[in-house]
């Protein structure tokens, strides 16, 4: 069985980069940390890092030990964070990941509430594209993710809060001086600007055979949220999104947003979580405090949605 204290003692090394400066944070003597070493390089039969002048450098094998030494003693730090207060006060470390959307829509609204309401909770929120934030879930990097079109996958915990109609958002001289609907055929014959091929695409729409075809007419694809704005109002092309993506830019009159149709395109935001990783009083709180100001954005029309019955 792996002993946590050298895994302790393995991740220091790593992060330094040397025994001395790991001896020297642990305030442990370096020949009992190179004894430690040794044993776990022993036990996985493999070097774990290469011994070098200046330091140590990881091998493919420190790698791939980091990540696990990484996720093991987090979930260790979170369970006795959670388990060691037996009045169940809501402490502790939580990471939300959000995509551009949900940050638009309920982002200052939830540290506000956190800030608010849960002192002892130590919240990190981080923005990403949409499909960026599954790695940093699968990494142990976050806690729980809104995220749109999530894959099918079981080591994944999701459940569906809301659906998004797409649209089809240009200035005038790219998309045409209507906000008539637009048809699937025609809007491929648009100059199209993408996010980048791969997890983040996805959060376009559900159906993958009509992203592929939208994929292969794309002039661009990018994975900055900014870029691809400056790019629509610049008329250099048009987007596939929502109308909160470009809420700024409609109410300005800048820029023009058409419903699709024959089919219409939607996209789900679901709420994921690590399904090996048990939720904590802290994240439970956070998930419950999302999911409440979600439907108050739905229902207040500051997001335009249709919430879904997850049952």
Known sequence: MLDTRQLQYFTAIYEKG??????????????????????????????????KPRGMEPTASGHRLYDHARSILRLIEVAE??????????????SVGMSFSAVK??????V????????NVQLALTESLSGAALPHLLASDVDLALVYNPPSDPIFHTEPVLE???????RSDVVGD?????????????????LRQGLSARAIMDDVTLLKKIETRAILQMNSVQAIAGSIEAGLGCVIGTRL????????????????????LSRTLHLCRLASRPPTFASEAMRETLLTLVRDAVESGAWEAQLVDAG
């Open 18 to 51: 040397s025994l001395a400066q790991a001896s020297v944070q642990l305030r442990i003597a370096s020949s009992a940390l190179s004894h430690h070493l040794a044993q776990l390089e022993a036990r996985f039969g493999a070097p774990l890092f290469t011994r």
């Open 81 to 94: 964070t959670d388990m060691t207060d037996t009045s169940a006060l809501i402490s502790g470390p939580v």
């Open 105 to 110: 829509a309920v982002g200052v609204a939830f």
């Open 112 to 119: 506000t509430k956190v800030v608010r309401d849960f002192p």
């Open 164 to 170: 998004e109609k797409m649209v089809c958002i240009g």
């Open 178 to 194: 209507t906000e008539d609907p637009i048809d699937f055929d025609a809007l491929q014959d648009l100059p199209i600007i993408l």
């Open 245 to 264: 993506f470009m809420q700024d830019q409609l109410a300005r009159g800048t820029v023009r947003a058409r419903p699709i149709r024959n089919p219409e």
